[in-house]
């Protein structure tokens, strides 16, 4: 069964795209894993920055003698 592809709603059978649209969807696959794994680095990131800023605040509730959750607030 020939692989389909859909491009703004029109499916192609990629067997029979041209050379040059080949090499234009396989860098098109290459930048959509790209873009996943940038993504997942992101949420990797934002998670981090929230603990950071969670473990900065608690100490800074301690710097001026306060309880973390007060700090929180």
Known sequence: ???MIKID????DAD???NEAKAQLM???VIE???ARLQ???AINQTARVAYVNALKAELAKYNGQT???AKA
């Open 1 to 3: 069964m020939a692989q």
């Open 9 to 12: 709603e029109v499916e192609y």
């Open 16 to 18: 029979k795209l041209s």
């Open 68 to 70: 973390a959750e007060a």
């Open 33 to 35: 894993v790209e873009n």
């Open 27 to 29: 860098h098109l696959r």
């Open 40 to 42: 997942a680095q992101l």
